[in-house]
């Protein structure tokens, strides 16, 4: 069996799954979870998931249309009154991260959408329309960090939504109706293994953990999960990012101790002594630089609690392939 303790979106759980190989991924951002346990389920009707996409367009265009909107046509009546996320969701929001009529022409296909949850169909439906925020309907650009590029003051909003279940379909006619591997994605902290994992039954685990680069992991996936009600409101968040391995200041928490998992690990407070008196030696006081020795200790914390968790799994002889950044020692950015 394949694992993926860190699986995101479910990239290396699809490739195993198509490759007839048995696999398990966890994830604790929801969204991301969400998706990998889609794309990795394959049993879905794609005509019957085309024919009500079908639907669903033509049910919103109709909604958009009486209030005097033309999903193609990129513009909006100067009286119409948007509709907006409820008042602490909406916080969540980057800001700027999506325009006031497209998010009311992508609120208005959700509730279309939303009509159809009891069928299988609905969850593709979801992911696609999660896709489109990311890819043209929201303001997003990303680098390092998700950033706010050019604000879209419109954008066809069904359109991008259907051509992306159009594409689902094409994939789904592919794999439809032939015998595939086993896959299971759970929704899990990744430093709490032992419960989902049968002992000695892993032969492999590739995966690409977070790292220790003040990166905020639910700012990447913020627009879609907020917007399709992966998040509520910031305590619920919060719980969420509880269950993340700390890997930016921005995420520690009073009650964290991970960093007990590495008390007396020489390497690992080398490291952690060496960034606090770079700190005070060039005087840096904001509240990240502050954090930072903190947050290290943490990461190699949450990392060396998950590995032994992991540890109990591992058939002799298994193999393991993790995704590190590492600085060459030539590298001079």
């Known amino acids: 069996m394949l694992l993926d303790p ?3 979106t479910g990239t290396t759980i699809v490739e195993a799954k ?3 190989l048995q696999s398990i991924g966890v994830e604790a951002n929801p969204f991301p979870h969400f998706a990998s346990a889609v794309k990795t ?3 879905v009707n794609p005509t019957s998931l085309l024919q009500m996409a079908y639907d669903v367009s033509l049910a919103a265009r109709d909604v958009l249309s009486s209030q005097g909107i033309v999903d ?3 513009f909006s009546p100067d009286n119409l009154h948007f509709r907006v996320l409820p008042e602490d969701t909406g916080r969540l929001l980057i800001k700027d991260s999506i325009c006031p009529l497209p998010l009311h022409k992508t609120l208005v296909l959700l509730d279309q959408i939303n009509k159809h949850n009891l069928n299988p169909e609905h969850k593709y439906m979801i992911l696609a329309l999660g896709d489109a925020l990311v890819g043209e309907i929201g303001n997003l650009k990303f680098g390092p960090e998700v950033g706010v590029g ?4 419109d954008v066809s909003v069904i359109s991008s939504w259907f051509s992306r279940v159009e594409k689902m379909v094409e994939d789904l006619r592919r794999v439809n109706g032939k015998i595939h591997s086993e896959s299971h994605i759970y929704l899990e902290d990744a430093r709490s293994l032992v419960h989902l994992l049968e002992p000695k039954s892993v032969d492999a685990v590739i995966t690409s953990p977070p790292y220790p680069n003040e990166k905020d992991y639910t700012r990447t996936t913020r627009l879609e999960s907020v917007v399709l009600g992966f998040y509520k409101d910031r305590p619920q968040l919060r719980q969420f990012k509880k269950t993340f391995v700390r890997s930016n200041t921005r995420s520690i928490y009073k009650a964290d101790d991970d960093d007990r998992w590495v008390s007396g690990n020489t390497e690992v407070e080398a490291l952690a002594n060496e960034i606090e008196a770079r700190r005070i030696r060039m005087g840096k006081t904001s509240g990240f630089e502050r954090m930072y020795t903190r947050a290290t200790m943490l990461y190699f914390g949450g990392m060396t609690r998950h590995l032994f968790q992991l540890r109990h799994a591992l058939k002799p002889n298994a193999r393991v392939a993790m995704v ?3 600085k060459h ?3 001079k950015s």
């Open 6 to 8: 860190f699986c995101g």
């Open 18 to 20: 198509f490759h007839g």
């Open 41 to 43: 389920n394959w049993c």
């Open 72 to 74: 193609q046509a990129l």
């Open 150 to 153: 050019k604000k879209k003051g």
């Open 324 to 326: 590190l950044g590492i």
């Open 329 to 331: 020692p030539t590298c």
